[in-house]
């Protein structure tokens, strides 16, 4: 299959973009970055806001949500806003408060399950701390980010012979005491809490004991690569859903004097349900428009013309047809990889897309020069959810669910595909044109 010298690019760009992001709090920062070199500026959500037509801003919330928008040229009431929205979370395991414990002469580090991870595919992997660490000051505390290259911690699989059942029954973990990441041999005389310390600390520069506070992810060190017989696919960690992150911000870097004001929103904390500040159902994007709404003299009339203006395309990653597992699919909704952007529906409203919001994404793709497909989750199984129906219900903005299909969704090595990136990008700039 042929594929195109710029949306390799955009693919290559992708898997930088996640190299970089071993976190949440990380993945705001890369996108601040980004940002900033393409003259962004920061607001911070304690100041007062003074905005114009043109004007490109971001702000961030929590260090691991971040909106970033573009004033339009028209009226909000006139026009409403173009929304995309998009999580940084991944699930995976995260270091506990007080993770370290000597066991049989081994340090190791205790975790929690954050959200649905494929717990199996976290064995033998060269995996690292990454996320931020809260740090004592003569003042108070800093909050600083940390991330280490090589692999510090493992969890390494039980031999096949005290695990025979291992490819007949799968592989399982005991949630508590089975997942816990080896760090290292433990020493005569030093503290396990102190072999967990002190790598952090010298990372640092600070003394171990004004670590005060740390939210660390176990991370895979390996990094992104493309594969299949002309490299058409994508391999990396945190596809879903940093994928769509890197898809909705390129189309907005490349939206310029937009005619309605465009707006990216990625949130923290979907994984586990978006209930939080810095989550969907917070009130971080609500707080964002009012602000928004205020700051060109909206009275409460023309502001509930913006809404009724505006549209959300809620961008997550859809599920890519298996052909080794044909019976987990709906027949006549599959979504193959490398085939376009999926609208994801769902009648128990799971996914935000209506008929009207789903025939709205349409024409968009069509005026892209993209494909597009449909899926449905099979009526026998339960239907996985997005902040599609959070965002939509709590706005009340027209809204559509849709996503790049991938495989091995939760994996700590998820796939997807090379052309549908490209699709994607594509399709999101022509919503921010619209
Ligand atoms: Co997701």
Redesign the pocket.
């Known amino acids: 299959m042929t594929i195109p010298a710029n949306t390799r690019q955009q693919a290559q760009d992708l898997l930088e973009f996640i190299d970089a992001s071993p976190s949440p709090w990380h993945a705001v920062a890369t996108c601040e970055q980004r940002l900033q070199a393409a003259g962004f500026a920061r607001l911070d959500e304690t100041e007062r806001w003074t905005l114009q037509a043109g004007d490109k801003r971001y702000v961030v919330r929590g260090d691991a949500a971040i909106i970033a928008f573009v004033v339009g040229s028209a009226a909000l009431a006139e026009s409403g806003l173009r929304i995309i929205g998009a999580?940084t979370d991944?699930p995976g395991l995260r270091i506990k408060p007080r993770p370290a414990e000597e066991v049989g002469g081994m340090v190791r580090l205790g975790v929690e399950v954050y959200g649905g991870p494929i717990l199996a595919t976290f064995a033998d992997r060269d995996l690292s701390l990454a996320g931020r660490v809260h740090v004592r000051t003569p003042d108070g505390f800093a909050t600083r980010l940390v991330r280490f290259a090589d692999p510090l911690l493992r969890l390494p699989n039980l031999a096949i012979h005290m695990n025979r059942e291992v490819n007949e029954s799968g592989l399982k973990f005991n949630k508590q005491s089975e997942l816990p990441l080896l760090l290292g041999v433990a020493e005569e005389g030093v503290k396990a809490d102190a072999r967990f310390r002190q790598p952090i600390a010298a990372a640092l520069g600070v003394e171990p004991g004004d670590l005060l506070t740390w939210e660390l992810n176990a991370y895979d060190t390996q990094k992104g690569s493309l594969w299949g017989a002309d490299r058409e696919f994508i391999a990396d960690s945190q596809l879903?859903?940093l994928a769509?992150c890197h898809a909705a911000l390129n189309a907005l870097l490349a939206t310029d004097r937009p005619v309605a004001t465009c707006l990216c929103a990625f949130f923290d904390h979907?994984?586990v349900g978006s209930e939080s500040a810095a989550g969907a159902g917070g009130s971080f994007i609500a707080d964002v428009l009012a602000r928004l709404a205020g700051n060109t003299g909206l009275d409460g009339e023309d502001q509930r013309r913006m809404v009724a203006r505006s549209f959300f395309i809620s961008a997550?990653?859809a599920h890519g047809w298996h052909p080794n597992f044909p019976a987990a699919y709906e027949p006549c909704h599959h979504a193959l990889v490398n085939a376009g952007p999926v609208i994801k529906s769902n009648a128990n409203q799971r996914y935000s897309t209506t008929g009207e919001t789903a025939a709205r994404f349409m024409a968009l793709c069509a005026r892209a020069g993209v494909p597009c497909q449909q899926y449905a989750h099979r009526t026998d199984l339960g239907c996985?959810s997005?902040i599609g129906p959070i965002v939509a219900a709590r706005l009340g903005i027209p809204s559509v669910d849709v996503g790049s299909p991938m495989w091995a969704?939760h994996s700590i090595r998820e796939s997807a595909g090379v052309l549908d990136h490209g699709y994607m990008i594509a399709a999101l700039s022509a919503a921010f044109a619209d």
């Open positions: 999580h991944s879903d859903n769509s979907e994984e997550d990653m996985g997005t969704m």
